[in-house]
Structures are given as C-alpha cells and as structure tokens.
C-alpha cells in the first residue's frame, strides 16, 4: 500500500466520498475503492467509465459487504506503465493480480460492458476464487457473427472514431449521456470527464471499441471459460433499453447459467448502474440470501 495522492479539483467528494486506496502492480498505480465488511463484492468497471459508476451501490451495500471496485490502469484514478496496450486481455491479467495481492476469495463478482470479459476471464481461471456472479449487460465470447455488437465495433473503432475519441473525448462527452435515463448533474459529467483531460489521456478509451473484434481470440478463450464457472450462481440484471447489449446477450447467459436469476431493469439504458442504482442493490442483497439452486 501507498500515500494516495492528491485528489483531483474534478471529483466531487461529496459524490464519491470514500477512502481511496493504491496499489503499486505490474508496474501500474492501481486506485480502488475498499468499503466495508462481510462478503467481499467485487465491481468492475466497463468502457469509459471507473469506480465512481458503482458509487450508489457502494454506499447502499457496504452496510452488509465488503466492497471493492478497481480502475484499470489508464481509467479513473489509476495510472499505467511504460508499455501498457489497454487491451482487455491485460486489463483482466491486472485484475487477477489485483485479487491474488489483496488476497481475496470466495467473491461475489459483479461485470458489466468490458468488465464482462475481463471479469469473466479472471473467473473462468480461477473459479475457485469466485462465490457467485452478477452479471450487467454485457457478452463473453466473440463477436463477428452478432451484428449489433460488430457494426458498433466497425463503427466506434474505425480510425476516424478512434481519432473523435481521442481528440473530443467523444465516448464520454457524447455516449455517456446517451447511455443513461436521467440528465447528468455538472459534477457526474466532470467525474466522468475528468481522468481523460488530453488526447494521449483517452487512449485507453479509443483502444476498446476496435479491440471488441480485433480480441476474438481473447475473447474465445473467455467463452471456453464459462464452462467452468456453469455451477456458480448468477444474477443477471438487464437494463430494457440498452441498444449495445439486448435480450440476446442475456438468453446466452441464462444458457451458460442454471442456477440463474434474471431481473429485467425495465427502461434501463446501458449504464445500468446509473438508470437504477436502488433496483441493483435491493437484488444483490435477495441474491445472496436466497441464490438460485435452478433455472428461474
């Protein structure tokens, strides 16, 4: 463990009123947010977003967890190292690292957008470390035969879009927004904004769409992992009216889940964590005491 730096004048700590924790690994600073007590819930973050996605459910849930949510390297408060890609690949290898050097087991592992792959993909080499699932809209398996998933990525991660995201933050400046069902206040916008200040800064951003096809076969070897993972519990929470993950996504993780429970987020939009904090704690908190023992 490390000083914390200094708080950055963007983020409201009124907002995000937790105590930050770093971590120096593999050659990254590695900022996390450590609520708590009891079960461990671990929350991980997808494309732009960091921990302060999760700062409601945070707030409601470390009352009866222990609570911990990671930026990867490059994303909200944490920084990366000489020589780091940003691609999902290593940002689930730091996540592993992450868990191996906070010690942590028997975990209760909530993923949404690129947090789905890069979790998953922690889970599925290591299921022993891993209690139940909770799953946001998101997809583990490749891409190139699903055509909303690969027109998005055509799109999004082609070299003018790349250079938009890079030169207006346009993923956050622009789908952010568009990603949730309330307008955001001036500090949820700056929270958002802010760990991307420069054109270098949002590298990390204009790497994920391009990589949702070009990582298949990391991808691949996620998909063979759920197998491993089939017996756990899971808890899939779908946001209604997202556009990037639909009811297809969804009906594949109920086929890769038995034990499984489905909570339709009814209008929800991607960033489901935002639309409807209250509804995603209140089903973790059934889910842990009574988990599915069959299909729902």
Same mark, same amino acid.
């Given at each position: 463990?490390?000083?914390?730096?200094?708080?950055?004048?963007?983020?409201?700590?009124?907002?995000?009123?937790?105590?930050?924790?770093?971590l120096?690994?593999?050659?990254?600073?590695?900022?996390?947010?450590?609520?708590?007590?009891?079960? #461990?819930?671990?929350?991980?973050?997808?494309?732009?977003?960091?921990?302060?996605?999760?700062?409601?459910?945070?707030?409601?849930? +470390?009352?009866?967890?222990? %609570?911990?949510?990671?930026?990867?390297?490059?994303?909200?408060?944490s920084?990366?190292?000489?020589?780091?890609?940003?691609?999902?690949?290593?940002?689930?290898?730091?996540?592993?690292?992450?868990?191996?050097?906070?010690?942590?087991?028997?975990?209760?592992?909530?993923?949404?957008?690129?947090?789905?792959?890069?979790?998953?993909?922690?889970?599925?080499?290591?299921?022993? $470390?891993?209690?139940?699932?909770?799953?946001?809209?998101?997809?583990?398996?490749?891409?190139?035969?699903?055509?909303?998933?690969?027109?998005f990525?055509?799109?999004?991660?082609?070299? $003018?879009?790349?250079? $938009?995201?890079?030169?207006?933050?346009?993923?956050?400046?622009?789908?952010?927004?568009?990603?949730?069902?309330?307008?955001?206040?001036?500090?949820?916008?700056?929270?958002?904004?802010?760990?991307?200040?420069?054109?270098?800064?949002?590298?990390?951003?204009?790497?994920?769409?391009?990589?949702?096809?070009?990582?298949?076969?990391?991808?691949?070897? #996620?998909?063979?992992?759920?197998t491993? $993972?089939?017996d756990?519990?899971?808890?899939?929470?779908?946001? +209604?009216?997202d556009?990037?993950?639909?009811?297809?996504?969804?009906?594949?993780?109920?086929?890769?889940?038995?034990?499984?429970?489905?909570?339709?987020? #009814?209008?929800?939009?991607?960033?489901?964590?935002? %639309?409807?904090?209250?509804?995603?704690?209140?089903?973790i %908190?059934?889910?842990?005491?009574?988990?599915?023992?069959? #299909?729902?």
């Open positions: 463990m490390n000083p914390a730096p200094v708080v950055p004048d963007w983020l409201d700590t009124t907002l995000y009123p937790f105590e930050n924790h770093y120096h690994l593999d050659g990254h600073t590695v900022h996390y947010v450590d609520e708590g007590s009891g079960p #461990v819930l671990l929350l991980l973050h997808g494309n732009p977003t960091w921990s302060f996605l999760y700062r409601h459910i945070i707030t409601t849930l +470390s009352a009866q967890f222990r %609570c911990i949510s990671l930026d990867y390297p490059g994303f909200g408060l920084t990366a190292g000489p020589g780091y890609t940003f691609k999902p690949e290593q940002h689930s290898l730091v996540v592993e690292h992450f868990i191996t050097a906070l010690g942590l087991s028997d975990i209760r592992l909530m993923v949404h957008d690129w947090g789905g792959p890069i979790g998953l993909g922690v889970a599925g080499r290591r299921p022993d $470390l891993i209690h139940s699932l909770i799953i946001g809209n998101t997809w583990a398996w490749p891409a190139q035969n699903i055509p909303h998933i690969a027109i990525s055509r799109v999004a991660g082609n070299p $003018l879009s790349r250079w $938009l995201i890079r030169r207006f933050n346009a993923f956050v400046v622009w789908l952010m927004p568009a990603g949730v069902t309330h307008p955001m206040t001036h500090a949820e916008k700056a929270a958002y904004r802010g760990p991307f200040p420069t054109p270098a800064s949002r590298q990390p951003t204009a790497i994920f769409p391009h990589e949702i096809l070009a990582s298949r076969d990391y991808l691949a070897t #996620v998909e063979q992992g759920l491993k $993972l089939a756990k519990p899971a808890l899939l929470l779908w946001g +209604s009216a556009t990037g993950f639909k009811d297809s996504e969804r009906t594949r993780f109920e086929a890769a889940f038995p034990r499984h429970h489905t909570r339709i987020l #009814v209008g929800a939009r991607h960033f489901i964590q935002e %639309c409807d904090p209250d509804a995603i704690s209140e089903e %908190c059934a889910f842990e005491q009574h988990p599915p023992q069959s #299909v729902a």
